[in-house]
């Protein structure tokens, strides 16, 4: 398991990075850019926790 862990993406979040995220069971991805909004309906839709152009200072969490 994650063991409370999470996903870090530099990338750009893809609908294929938070689908493969999802089948890993990831319980929180994170990405440093922008999501696509298709991303953030799979992560919506699948119950997954995102967090995206996260920062030392700031961050921009998408509601579950």
Do not use: H
């Amino acid at each position: 398991g994650w063991n409370g862990g999470f996903a870090l993406l530099s990338s750009r979040c893809s609908y294929e990075l938070v689908e493969k995220a999802a089948l890993a069971d990831c319980p929180l991805l994170v990405t440093i850019s922008a999501a696509t909004d298709l991303a953030i309906a799979r992560a919506k839709s699948c119950g997954l926790r995102l967090v995206m152009l996260a920062r030392n200072d700031a961050m921009l969490a998408v509601p579950s």
